[in-house]
């Protein structure tokens, strides 16, 4: 935290992924502006997207195989407490939308479609910011949410899906929502469910098996629509 009381992005471990894009290696850490690596693995420093870049960049961020767009989150202990980002191929920073949550939730992970992006407001909220790094805890009153936003889409476009909340991260909904138009995105619902039953039980308990599928699929058809 930096003497105006505002995070320090340059500040990371940049230990939580690692991504090729447009030309270079980023190594991420949720907290924090990517870092660039050099063609030996050396640091070469933080990359802002030649200051347009604001918030942090989430770990896990979407690029597109058909047009190389890389979509993200940024996240944080302070309002705006999420922000959509899209950047051209190139590294251009071309889109930024803060999208409204009820408090400073951790979005870990996100998924893409070829038109949409799907966004999740978990119970997984940042409780304080320490000089090094944000605490997170789970919290009962918060609620679970899925978004569903066209890409390049701002706050009034997201439509949200209530859903019950769940102690464990899982990516079976992300995963169906692939797009089979896309040829590395194959994944289709019907084939999805068969094998996710046991997983949508323990994520979902207090929910019946017709409420655990029809909640994907409505999910499922927003994105198409």
């Not at 090094?132 to 949410?145: C, E, I, L, T, V």
Request: with cysteine.
């Amino acid at each position: 935290v930096g003497a105006d009381g505002r995070p320090d992005l340059t500040r990371s471990l940049a230990n939580t992924s690692v991504i090729r894009f447009s030309g270079t290696t980023l190594a991420l850490e949720e907290n924090s502006l990517p870092y660039r690596l050099g063609e030996e693995l050396e640091t070469i420093g933080p990359w802002d997207m030649e200051g347009r870049l604001q918030t942090a960049m989430s770990a896990h961020p979407k690029q597109c195989p058909a047009t190389g767009e890389l979509h993200f989150i940024g996240y944080a202990a302070t309002e705006p407490y999420v922000t959509y980002h899209c950047s051209d191929k190139h590294g251009h920073l071309k889109h930024s939308a803060a999208i409204s949550v009820a408090g400073p939730t951790m979005i870990h992970d996100m998924g893409l479609t070829s038109s949409h992006a799907v966004l999740l407001d978990l119970p997984v909220v940042m409780t304080r910011m320490t000089r090094r790094q944000p605490s997170f805890a789970w919290s009962d009153d918060y609620g679970a949410r899925l978004g569903v936003l066209p890409r390049g889409g701002t706050d009034s476009d997201v439509r949200w899906f209530e859903i019950e909340p769940f102690r464990r991260r899982r990516r079976f909904i992300l995963d169906g929502l692939r797009d089979h138009r896309q040829a590395r995105y194959r994944t289709s619902i019907p084939t999805l469910l068969p094998h996710l039953e046991g997983i949508l039980r323990e994520s979902f308990p207090m929910a019946d098996t017709h409420q655990r599928i029809s909640m994907v699929h409505r999910v499922h058809d927003a994105v198409d629509a």
